[in-house]
C-alpha cells in the first residue's frame, strides 16, 4: 500500500488519534476513552473524548521535555524509535501509577485505565506541570521493553 495514500485515509478515519497509542497497542494499557480499529493490515486507536486526548497530549509533551536525557535524545520535537516512545508511553504512566500509589509499593505492571490515571492525577497534583516528574523519570529509564527474539550473528 503506498505510504501516502495510507496516512490519507488513516487521517480521514481516525480525526482523534490517542495519544498513548504505542502503550495501548502493546498490551499493557488500557483506557476507557480508547476504541481499536483496523486498516489494512495496521492497527490505530481512536479517543472518544477531546478533552481526554488534550491532556494526554500535553501530559506526553511534559514528559518528552523532562525525559530528553532518560531517552538520549537532543530535541524535544526529535522522531522517536518504536522502543523510545514505548519507553516514555509506558514508563511515564507507570511512574504516574506509583506515584499515585499511597502504599509507596511496586510498580504495577499494567495500566487499567490511562484516563482514570491522568484525572486521579489531577485530582491530587491540580495540574499536569505539577506532576511528580522524578518519580516518573526513573520508571521511563528503568523500562525494558521486551527481548529480541533470536540473537544476531557476529
Known amino acids: 500500500m503506498d505510504q501516502n495514500i495510507f496516512r490519507k485515509t488513516l487521517l480521514e478515519l481516525n ?12 498490551g499493557l494499557c488500557r483506557c476507557s476513552r480508547a476504541e481499536r480499529f483496523n486498516l489494512a493490515e495496521r492497527e490505530g486507536v481512536h479517543c472518544h473524548a477531546e478533552a481526554a486526548q488534550r491532556r494526554c497530549l500535553r501530559l506526553l509533551e511534559l ?43 511496586a510498580v504495577a505492571l499494567t495500566i487499567d485505565d490511562i484516563d482514570g490515571l491522568v484525572q486521579a492525577a489531577l485530582g491530587q497534583y491540580g495540574e499536569l506541570e505539577d506532576l511528580p516528574f522524578a518519580v516518573m523519570i526513573k520508571e521511563i529509564a528503568a523500562y525494558k521493553g521486551r527481548e529480541r527474539r533470536g540473537g544476531r550473528k557476529g
Open 15 to 26: 480525526d482523534r488519534p490517542c495519544a498513548f497509542e504505542k502503550a495501548l497497542l502493546s
Open 63 to 105: 514528559l518528552r521535555g523532562k525525559a530528553r536525557f532518560a531517552l538520549r535524545i537532543g530535541h524535544v520535537h526529535e522522531t522517536l524509535p518504536h522502543n523510545k516512545a514505548l519507553r516514555l508511553q509506558i514508563g511515564g504512566l507507570r511512574g504516574l501509577g506509583m506515584a499515585l500509589d499511597d502504599q509507596g509499593g
